[in-house]
Structure formats: C-alpha cells, structure tokens
Nanobody
Framework: QVHLVESGGGLVQPGGSLKLSCATS????????MGWYRQAPGKKRELVAT???????NYADSVKGRFTISRDNPENTVYLRMGNLKPGDTAVYYC????????????????WGQGTQVTVSS
C-alpha cells in the first residue's frame, strides 16, 4: 500500500512564505508526475503545479512567479515553496501522484494525500 503524507501547512500573513512537503511510503521504484492541487471552501479542486520525473514543470497562472515546485526522485518526495502568499491562496493543499512503478508493475490510478491546510490571513 502506497501512501502520500503532506506536511508544512499552517497560518501565515499575506506576503509570507511556506514550504509544503509530500513524502511517500510503500513500495515505489519511480514516479511519473507528482503535483500539488488545492481546494478552497465552496470551490473545485484545482491544479497548482506539477513536475515530471525529468523535471518538466507546469504552474497554474495564479501562482507563477510566486510558487516553486521541486522533487527528490531518489526519495520520491515533492515540495512546494510558496512565496508572497495572498488570502486567495487559502485552501487545503493536496499532493498527487499520477502513475508510479513499484519495480514489477505500473500503477496508473492516481494517488492523493490527506491534504494540509494553508491559511493566509492577517
């Protein structure tokens, strides 16, 4: 059983910074794309950023220039550094893995973490 565990959320003032981490557990040899999504109250879950195994990155327009996604392939961990945070960034942030290889099989069902709350408020 593979699990994703996010950490690093919290309360921060506008203009502040936070760094989210997502660690994986279980039998994983490699992961294709890892990403971060967020869901604000009353809104649909939306993409924040994704990063492929070879480092190709995609950001939502709303976070470009403020957020940085990175990953540690040997550790199967993904990070999201968030800067110049705004109240509109308030949401539960979810880690996502789209496909992974466990050394024997490719798994194509997406995996989600439990989410970590980020609140931007003065």
């Amino acid at each position: 059983q593979v699990h994703l565990v996010e950490s690093g959320g919290g309360l921060v003032q506008p203009g502040g910074s936070l760094k989210l981490s997502c660690a994986t557990s279980g039998r994983i040899f490699s992961i294709d794309t890892m990403g971060w999504y967020r869901q604000a109250p009353g809104k649909k879950r939306e993409l924040v950023a994704t990063i492929t195994f070879d480092g190709t990155i995609n950001y939502a327009d709303s976070v470009k220039g403020r957020f940085t996604i990175s990953r540690d392939n040997p550790e199967n961990t993904v990070y999201l550094r968030m800067g110049n945070l705004k109240p509109g960034d308030t949401a539960v942030y979810y880690c996502n893995v789209d496909k992974y290889y466990d050394g024997s099989y490719f798994h194509t069902e997406p995996l989600w973490g439990q989410g970590t709350q980020v609140t931007v408020s003065s």
